[in-house]
C-alpha cells in the first residue's frame, strides 16, 4: 500500500531549543489514518533516533526533539 505521511513541525520552541514534531499517516486509497505503524525519526549526522507506533488516529508526537537540520521520517 501506498503511505503519505505527513510531518507537521509545531512551532514550539523552548529555552532549550526544542521542538514537537507530529507525523500523520493516512492511507492513499483509502484516505482513513494508519493504526499500528511504526514510525522511525531520525537524524544520522547527528547519530540520534526515535522510534515511535501511530495510535488510531494515525498520529504520532515525537516531543523536545533538538532543533537540527537533516530530520528524516521513516
Known sequence: KQFFIWALLCVTTFVTAQEDLTVSVIDFETKKPVSSLI?????ASRNLSWQQ????????????IPVF????VF
Open 39 to 43: 514510525i522511525q525519526l531520525s537524524n
Open 53 to 64: 507506533t501511530t495510535n488510531t488516529q494515525g498520529k504520532v508526537i515525537f516531543r523536545n
Open 69 to 72: 537540520d537533516g530530520y528524516q
